[in-house]
């Protein structure tokens, strides 16, 4: 091989671009765009020479070097060009882009000197509820905004549900000034339903009875034994003694205090107690879980941390002859499905006092709290080992298809909170028909209640609990040491209210001087 072409110099002509492109970067800034194109273009014959080069050497070494060489040289030229592009679009940036504009802008006073533009109010909209349909506000189909009729004639009013919608029924302004606090009904059934309280199974610490003239003592005197033999007696007229009938006095707060005498007589403990009341004030207060259409009120006293619940009857409208007839046949049952030494054998019913009762003083527990109360009961019966319990006799009209469900959803509802209450193990109804004569009777006991309504979802005992519990943990937390209050229930029954009294009864201050 003739090594004479050895001489040859292979990369003159890239050394004569470079140096060439090495003459036009010194040349003026205003010839670069030029000068980018001359070296693109080449950079890109300076790469098809190469490979020509390359593809004819006949030596391996001297193909590698060549290639070598012509990706140098276009790195070289791939950069100088984009070297170019990023000085074309320094060059857009320094354009201005406003122009002329832009001098007017920069001239623009802080404060306009044009007015604020008003835009015109539409129409007021009618918000009041209280006269159109449905509580739209005139709205919808009956009324437009704009002044124009509807498609429909509007309806006449509509009167609104008990216990439903808004408006100022059912958000009256308080006015009374004796307000302190109140509880909403905001729970739901289903909610208290999942709230499991305790219950503790009352037990009897003492008692009293009431004697013909107003006597009290403080024994079981009063107190009935129950006949078994009732159904011997059906077809009876309740009316029988009606003539000779003494009705019930209003003792006011004078029973209470026979309830705190038998209390102090006994030396029952008041230290671990947070309520001492009568049953009754429990009923109503377990009732208004379901029943939320008669007002009630009771009397709240707070003294070395318990609080004394006293009774308070409410006005009643005037009875007329009907109505007290209706009351006597009640008693006149009781005094039926009990024994009487006094009352020969077939000798009609006459004198009933309903002033003579019997009292139970009760320890029970509801949640947290623990209850000294008493509670009236009816008569008494004993198993076959002599053991004792009560009976509650009530009385009741014939039931038919119109009348079981309300039977059912109210007064069973009644029944079983006052037994439940006090322990009491069996109801005993008594069925009459409109002229007040005695149709059948009926033995309850008091846990099968519960099972009876919970099949048709009337009602539930748990929830009754719950209810009270809820009651009572809101009231003795509010109410203060040494201060006197009254808590009612009234229209539009959605809360209770506790409202601060003027005086605390005196039987109450008697007896906590007394202790």
Same mark, same amino acid.
């Given at each position: ?28 800034? %205003? *010839?670069? @765009?030029? !000068?980018?194109?001359?070296?693109? =273009?080449? /950079?890109? #014959? &300076?790469? +098809? $020479?190469? %490979? *020509?080069? @390359?593809? !004819?050497?006949?030596?391996?070494? =001297?193909? /590698?070097? #060549? &290639?070598? +060489? $012509?990706? %140098? ?443």
């Amino acid at each position: 091989m003739d090594y004479s072409e050895q001489d040859v110099d292979l990369f003159g002509d890239l050394e004569f671009e470079n140096e060439e492109t090495q003459t036009k970067q010194d040349s003026p800034q %205003s *010839n670069n @765009s030029s !000068s980018s194109t001359s070296a693109s =273009s080449s /950079s890109s #014959s &300076s790469g +098809g $020479s190469s %490979s *020509n080069r @390359s593809s !004819s050497g006949g030596g391996s070494g =001297s193909g /590698s070097e #060549s &290639s070598g +060489g $012509s990706v %140098s040289g276009g790195g070289g030229g791939a950069a100088a060009g984009g070297g170019g592009g990023e000085e074309e679009e320094e060059d857009d940036d320094d354009k201005d882009l406003f122009g002329s504009d832009n001098e007017e802008y920069v001239k623009t006073e802080i404060s306009s000197p044009f007015p604020v533009p008003v835009l015109p109010q539409p129409p007021p909209r009618n918000t009041n509820n209280n006269p159109s349909r449905g509580g739209f506000g005139g709205r919808g189909r009956w009324q437009n905004d704009r002044g124009g009729a509807g498609i429909l004639p509007r309806p006449g009013p509509m009167p609104q549900r008990q216990n439903y919608g808004y408006g100022s029924k059912f958000y009256a302004p308080r006015n009374d000034e004796r307000f302190v606090s109140e509880l909403k009904f905001s729970k739901s059934e289903e909610t208290l339903s999942r709230k499991v309280i305790a219950f503790q199974e009352p037990s009897e610490l003492g008692c009293y009875s009431r004697v013909e003239g107003g006597e009290v003592y403080f024994d079981d005197s009063s107190l009935r034994l129950f006949k078994r033999l009732i159904t011997e007696d059906i077809g009876a007229d309740l009316n029988q003694g009606f003539d000779t009938f003494i009705e019930k006095k209003d003792l006011g707060s004078q029973g209470f205090g026979d309830l705190l005498a038998c209390i102090r007589n006994k030396n029952i403990p008041l230290q671990n107690m947070h309520f001492v009341t009568y049953r009754n004030n429990l009923n109503k207060i377990m009732a208004t879980a379901y029943l939320r259409h008669e007002p009630w009120e009771m009397g709240v006293h707070k003294r070395k941390g318990v609080v004394y619940l006293d009774v308070h009857k409410l006005p009643e409208r005037p009875r007329s002859e009907r109505d007290r007839r209706m009351s006597y046949w009640g008693y006149c049952f009781e005094t039926l499905a009990t024994e009487d030494p006094r009352r020969d054998d077939g000798e009609g019913i006459h004198h009933v006092d309903a002033n003579v009762e019997y009292c139970a003083v009760i320890k029970t527990k509801l949640g947290a709290h623990r209850i000294l109360m008493g509670a009236e009961m009816d008569c008494c019966d004993s198993t076959d080992d002599g053991r004792r319990f009560y009976v509650e006799l009530k009385t009741s009209r014939e039931l038919d298809y119109h009348t079981e469900e309300r039977f059912e959803r109210e007064k069973l509802l009644m029944f079983w909170i006052q037994s439940f209450l006090a322990g009491v193990p069996f109801i005993v109804i008594g069925y009459r028909d409109d002229a007040g004569r005695l149709v059948r009777t009926e033995r309850l006991r008091t846990k099968d209640i519960t099972h009876r309504v919970k099949m048709k979802n009337y009602w539930q005992g748990g929830v009754c609990l719950a209810f009270a519990d809820e009651v009572l943990c809101w009231l003795y937390g509010t109410v203060k040491e040494n201060e006197d209050y009254i808590l009612q229930f009234a229209a539009p029954f959605t809360r209770l209210e506790l409202l601060q009294a003027q005086s605390c009864p005196q039987e109450i201050t008697d007896h906590v001087q007394q202790l």
